[in-house]
């Protein structure tokens, strides 16, 4: 049987927006691969066997920034793994215009790809104060019992906010989110998505 490695693109995120009545609103890509990135560990198929032997076919973990350049505000989805790659990224390619963090973190569940970048924000890194983490109700627990993201908490390098599924909230007068749940495989939390 062959196998094939895959480029995923988070099927469950989705941001519409609507540059005519939202000018200075847009998405950037700041990764497209599953949650092991691309190529995997220890993957010598041809599939990753190109990409270990040329860096330009590597590829981030999935995850977004949600920009608005009007009020000078962004969003971050998803806290990957690389995500202090991903940070300095999207610092240099908006040529520094943004805060190095974003106004605001939305995670969609607890599975490695997703959540586990947070740990760059503890004190042993950049020691962050009060970044929002945007989660549903059991992921919220689980990061709330669960060390290291417990101690992140009660540090305050992290602020949970619970968010409700099928409900809207509005970020900005422009930017309104909707939350909704999506069938997954939900072992230590429900997995969000948003548009």
Known sequence: MKFICLLVFLIFISVSLYS???PGIYIQLLGIAQDGGYPHAGCMKSCCT????????????????????????????????DIKYQLEDFHETTNGKFNYLPNGIFLTHAHIGHYTGLMQLGREVMSTKEVPVYVLPRFKTYLET???????????NIVLHQLKADSVFSLTDEIKIETFAVPHRDEYSETAGFK
């Open 50 to 81: 190109a990409a270990w032997n040329n860096d330009s076919l590597k590829r981030y973990v999935v995850s977004l920034a949600l920009v608005d350049s009007v009020n000078n505000q962004w969003w971050l989805f998803e806290a990957t793994p």
């Open 146 to 156: 669960n060390g290291p993201w417990s101690q992140m908490v009660t540090l305050k």
């Open 20 to 22: 005519q009545s939202s």
